[in-house]
């Protein structure tokens, strides 16, 4: 007869139970391995580095023990899992989405900078590297902003380094020129009105000219926020600016993290339904609330694009301007 308390059988009876993502949050073998991290530890940083090699494998077997891996690491704030979780980011998009899905813009900076001690130097580098997916740029910005809002790292430093971000791109998107050759998407349109709110929340009043400027160049897009609440923001106190933004504090339980996805609280026809048919089978995907899909009528018009009514004019300086 095995021993319960025997550290293979422990593992083996976590890892069966974790495997799956199914309904129910499995809240017992959570505690289980939380209680025997430094037993089990080494287990979950084998699943994550099979994640990182080859994910194809773990997205066909839906194994979601990578993900408890990098939450658990998270809530005890293990640095030995940043490197795989950072080489988890440098894969190809489509692996990337298949393995966090919606967690990648609403756990993972987070999950990140709970993992990371020293210089910022590799969170710098994510985020400013033109080659990766916006999500996971915006991610490690998310992770580098929790850091300062915790204290872990220097406020004035990070906003000097967004900054020199957004003044590159606001030197693009004045240029119409950079979006008819194709050098600038909506993407970078997107980071740009990211980090100008990540400026706001930093208080980085040095730089509100600046912004004001760039608002009254049209560069500020109503679509993300207007110059007014942004300007408010940048002038409160850290505790308001604080309770402005969604969870900026590390990970520090994993059950309150986890166990609200849909994927745990919903049965599997019902997010099946929700997804209109096209249910994507990958461990983790529905790690949000569950709403209904929108469908656009008409194809997304981007806010530079040529306005679709034909006036010749920009969208956001025709159709656009009052939405």
């Known amino acids: 007869m095995n021993d319960t308390n025997d550290p293979a059988t422990r593992w083996q009876r976590i890892a069966d139970d974790l495997f799956i993502t199914k309904f129910g949050f499995p809240t017992e073998s959570v505690v289980e391995a939380r209680e025997h991290w430094d037993e089990v530890r080494v287990n979950f940083l084998e699943e994550l580095r099979n994640a990182v090699v080859n994910p194809v494998r773990v997205i066909d077997e839906e194994n979601a023990l990578f993900l408890y891996a990098i939450f658990l690491a998270a809530e005890k704030r293990d640095a030995e899992f940043e490197p795989l979780i950072l080489d988890l980011l440098r894969l190809p998009f489509k692996q990337i989405d298949d393995l966090l899905g919606d967690g990648l813009m609403n756990s993972t900076g987070r999950c990140l900078a709970s993992v990371h001690v020293g210089d910022d130097a590799p969170l710098r580098a994510l985020a400013a590297d033109p080659a990766l997916n916006l999500y996971v740029r915006l991610a490690a910005v998310d992770a580098m902003q929790v850091r300062a809002m915790e204290g872990d790292a220097d406020a004035d430093t990070l906003a000097d380094f967004l900054f020199g971000i957004a003044q590159g791109l606001a030197v693009m998107l004045r240029d119409d020129s950079t979006w008819q050759a194709g050098e600038i998407t909506d993407e970078d349109d997107e980071l740009f009105q990211w980090v100008v709110a990540s400026l706001a929340e930093l208080g980085a009043t040095r730089y509100l ?10 560069l500020i897009s109503p679509y993300y926020d207007d110059f007014d609440h942004l300007r408010s ?32 609280t919903e049965p599997e026809e019902t ?25 656009r009528e008409q194809p997304k ?7 679709p009514c034909g006036s010749g004019k920009k969208f956001k300086k025709c159709c656009g301007a009052d939405a």
């Not at 600046?210 to 009254?216: L, V």
């Not at 048919?277 to 899909?293: I, K, R, S, V």
């Open 209 to 218: 000219p600046t912004i004001e400027q760039w608002d009254r160049d049209e």
């Open 233 to 264: 923001i940048m002038l409160a106190s850290l505790e308001d600016r604080q309770a402005s933004m969604h969870k900026p504090h590390y990970v520090r339980d994993v059950i309150a993290e986890m166990s609200w996805w849909a994927c745990f």
């Open 271 to 295: 997010l099946r339904e929700a997804a209109d048919f096209e249910y994507h089978d990958a461990p983790g995907y529905y790690n949000a609330p569950l709403t209904l899909p929108f469908v």
């Open 301 to 307: 018009v981007g806010r530079n694009d040529p306005c």
